[in-house]
């Protein structure tokens, strides 16, 4: 019996110092979101996968937060035009040498002053191949790039050649050959200045970002919240209209749905599965759903058996086989809207194209196949990210081109993203793939040379065609930038013909907000223009 | 007994090294490219995937990648995150005392309700109490969790208005409250089960028959003799169960938003963040050894039959 009374206290002394250790830990997380201060708007947002840096964002969550912080030279409105943000001009003459020149009087959050040296030193750290930033592939169009980023081995200078401060207020980039459309890229969040402070402490800045934007960073607590508060003496057009934003952490966007529900929550900018048939119930004419410039298409291998050598005949009836109309309104809920064309609307050299290729035709769609020769073996595969949400409407679109054309379709399923994108990079694609792309700038060109020039970085489908590659390089060489909007706008038209994917629909803005808070907008990208809520 | 604990805390060495090997190797043969996921659909650049490479190690073959981050972990380095850069000792800083709150919570929840339901069904077995105790467990094992999760967020949050619909502060034990209720659900109905059945057939042994004989107080037969030894079974089942309320809360942590070790790890093992996952599995695991120990141990206190030298 003695034995085991002293098993009794050891057993006990065991259980209070387990209990202790979990007591001890327990101010690592920094526990509460503490409320929200007034004339503030909260979020629904989740945690940026990357440290905050302008050169390093590429995915949303982050890149709210950067656009919060950060303004760069030019930005875009609401029809895709180019509107001056921190830029007083940008000018060129031959396409090639780009003169920037500044709006006096801007300074960063710290109160230092933003110069065009804070512009060359910005761009010439983040291309450096060292500094291994995700975005430094921006930088490539600017002569000298190839020596601070080659391809293999360290760089061989620290400045790209191509950029040149003339005084405070003025800088030039020459590129190492025209492109028209430069000024368009400038808008991506990537071309945004640093302040001096930035180098002493590179890694302390991605969790404590200074910059020069219409807000300022106030707190990051991982994974429950980022906290910025709006700059009062913030000189350019998009000042914000409220007090601050809260990006708070969710996981799953049900329980931020939830959350807006209950008033706990202002906004959140995407509506689960699970709630989208009730979101107008619950919220009336606080849900919107905005379109923006986001396309999805099936995007067929070239390579693959199905779809060697094929017929650009089949793949039209293919594409006239998919009832675009009902899917989008059934299995997706209305949260997108059938495709026109290779470009969606929000974007310059959006063009009305004259053809039937996009529209539901059944018996037609039959015909096409048959005149193209079929397809080998019947049967096509539509790969798709298990993870993403995108089961339903792969089986939707398989059931309509069976039902119309008596081509087998069917799923290919892979886990996650990443394996999705492993199986494109390394030609594995058993007959296509599913396709999505966003703008990065809102200009037609960025929707088709990415994606299907010979060799283009993303063209995963391995497309080739000599005349579309033609009127790629036509348009990538022209006087102006219209000129060369227009030879990409021919481009469009031959594509409709050759059709390396079939685009399927245009993607829309599922926003629900509550009471207190007005002048919800979205841009072109699809993200809340915060700087435009108003609090009630 | 000090010998019998330390031979047990020996014996987790080769269990530990042995379950982070295979951890440490799975998620080396999982398909998918962290370091290229960096691009999202965009241009990945060869040169930089191979410097971030170099810089994490994760060039090395696989059983020097294992024995660095051994030898890291030993001096106490979880390794960094690939796209966060974040140390991971950070991340499960954060991570693990919101899951302890939660879990403590839940288990205490399960043991008092669990053992007290139990104990009254198997004291008055086939009575119309144990009928409908049978009827609310059998419920409580059938419905799935994200089900009584969003039940439970609609009735307490929606209808009643007591509570937030999510977790606000995960440090506000009264905002938990509906999450490890979710979550201590299911442990709730076998600890019940488990707990009936037992004493139901204690209650009939020689020994309680012999306690009544000496006239014992009803109070210390029942307290003492009968729950004592009726608990074994159901603290084998804690031992195990407590793990599992740890790394098994995902869906109960996204219902309410809370940030904890199931989130964690299911978020990291979609980004193929190895490292983190290798750490906060790691973590489960001693866990789960400790909490063996323990089961082990209380077992003598249980039952003075059993003896430890």
């Known amino acids: ?536 | 007994m000090g010998r019998y604990v330390a031979r047990r805390l020996l014996q987790m060495i080769p269990v530990f090294i042995g379950s982070t090997l295979l951890i440490f190797s799975m998620m080396y043969a999982l398909p998918g490219d962290p370091v290229a996921a960096l691009y999202g659909e965009k241009k990945p650049d060869p040169a930089q995937i191979a410097a971030i490479k170099h810089q994490l190690g994760m060039d090395l073959p696989l059983w020097h990648q294992y024995w660095n981050y051994l030898t890291g972990l030993f001096q106490g380095d979880f390794g960094t995150q690939i796209a966060t850069q974040r140390p991971v000792a950070e991340v499960i800083e954060q991570a693990f005392p919101v899951t302890i709150r939660l879990t403590l919570f839940a288990f205490v929840f399960t043991v008092v309700v669990g053992v007290l339901l139990g104990m009254v069904s198997g004291l008055f077995a086939d009575k119309a109490f144990d009928r409908i105790v049978l009827i609310f467990t059998l419920l409580l094992i059938s419905i799935p969790s994200f089900v009584l999760g969003y039940l439970f967020q609609y009735l307490f949050a929606f209808q009643l208005d007591w509570l937030t619909p999510t977790v606000q502060d995960s440090r506000d034990i009264g905002q938990l409250m509906l999450p490890a209720i979710v979550l201590a659900a299911l442990s709730l109905a076998y600890v019940t089960r488990l707990t009936r059945t037992s004493v139901a057939e204690n209650l009939r042994a020689d020994y309680i028959r012999t306690a009544i004989a000496k006239g014992l107080p009803r109070r210390r037969v029942v307290g003492v003799h009968l729950l004592r030894n009726s608990l074994i079974p159901v603290v084998t089942f804690l031992g195990t169960d407590i793990g599992a309320l740890m790394a098994g809360a995902v869906v109960t942590e996204g219902i309410f938003n809370v940030h904890g070790v199931g989130n964690t790890i299911f978020e990291a093992l979609n980004r193929r963040e190895g490292s983190t996952v290798v750490g906060i599995a790691t973590l489960i695991v001693i866990v789960y050894l400790v909490a063996s120990l323990l089961v082990d141990l209380l077992y003598a206190v249980l039952d003075p039959r059993i003896r430890y030298d």
Not at chain 1, 98 to 127: I, P, Q, R
Not at chain 1, 227 to 254: C, P, R, T
Not at chain 1, 302 to 312: E, L, M, N, Q, R
């Open chain 1, 1 to 536: 019996m003695r034995g085991a009374k002293t098993m009794q206290w050891s057993a006990l002394a065991a259980a209070v110092a387990l209990a202790a250790t979990a007591c001890g830990g327990s101010d690592g997380d920094g526990g509460s979101a503490a409320g929200k201060p007034a004339g503030y708007v909260s979020m629904f947002n989740g945690e940026p996968q990357h440290p905050l840096m302008p050169s390093n964002t590429n995915e949303k969550f982050g890149g709210y937060v950067i656009d919060a912080l950060f303004t760069g030279l030019v930005g875009y409105d609401a029809k895709g035009g180019l509107t001056n943000m921190n830029a007083e001009s940008v000018d060129t003459k031959d396409n090639k040498t780009w003169t920037v020149k500044l709006k006096k009087g801007w300074t960063f959050h710290d109160g230092t002053d933003v110069t065009a040296e804070s512009y060359v030193k910005a761009w010439n750290w983040m291309a450096n191949v060292k500094n291994k930033q995700a975005n430094s592939y921006w930088f490539g169009d600017i002569k000298g790039y190839e020596d601070v980023h080659p391809e293999k081995g360290d760089p061989k200078k620290d400045e790209m050649s191509g950029l040149k401060v003339v005084d405070d207020q003025t800088f030039t980039i020459e590129l190492s050959e025209p492109v028209p459309y430069f000024e368009y890229k400038l808008g991506y969040k990537t071309f945004t200045p640093l302040p001096e402070s930035f180098y002493k402490d590179p890694k302390g800045f991605g969790q404590k970002p200074v910059g020069n934007g219409p807000y300022e960073f106030q707190k990051w607590t991982h994974n429950k919240l980022i906290q910025v508060k709006a700059v009062d003496s913030y000189k350019g057009s998009n000042k914000a209209k409220n007090k601050g934003i809260q990006f708070k952490n969710y996981s799953k966007l049900e329980s931020a749905y939830q959350d807006a529900l209950s008033g706990n929550l202002d906004l959140v900018d995407g509506v689960g599965p699970k709630d989208l048939p009730k979101r107008k119930a619950d919220f009336g004419d606080r849900a919107l759903d905005v379109p923006y410039a986001g396309t999805q298409s099936i995007v067929p291998a070239f390579y693959s058996k199905p779809f060697k050598d094929v017929d650009p005949k089949v793949i039209q009836g293919l594409s006239m086989a998919i009832d675009r109309k009902t899917i989008t309104k059934t299995v997706l809920q209305g949260t997108r809207i059938p495709s026109k064309g290779f470009t969606p609307p929000q974007v310059k050299g959006y063009q009305k194209l004259d053809t039937d290729v996009l529209s539901y035709n059944p018996k037609k769609a039959k015909q096409y196949i048959e005149d193209g020769g079929g397809i080998p073996g019947n049967k096509i595969w539509i790969q798709y990210n298990a993870d993403g949400g995108h089961k339903e409407w792969v089986t939707a679109v398989c059931n309509s081109i069976t039902k119309a054309t008596g081509v087998k379709c069917v799923g290919d399923s892979k886990p996650d993203f990443q394996t999705d994108l492993e199986a494109r990079q390394a030609d594995k694609v058993k007959g296509t793939y599913r396709g999505g792309w966003l703008a990065d700038y809102p200009l037609n060109i960025n929707f088709m040379q990415d994606l299907y020039k010979t060799g283009a970085s993303t063209n995963y489908g391995r497309f080739s065609d000599k005349k579309v590659d033609e009127l790629f390089t036509k348009g990538d060489h022209a006087d102006s930038l219209d000129a060369s909007v227009e030879d990409y706008q021919a481009a469009e038209k031959e594509l409709l013909k050759k059709m390396p994917a079939i685009p399927l629909w245009d993607y829309a803005a599922n926003i629900v907000h509550g009471e207190n808070i007005d002048g919800v907008k979205v841009g072109f990208d699809g993200n809340v223009l915060i700087t435009d809520i108003t609090v009630k």
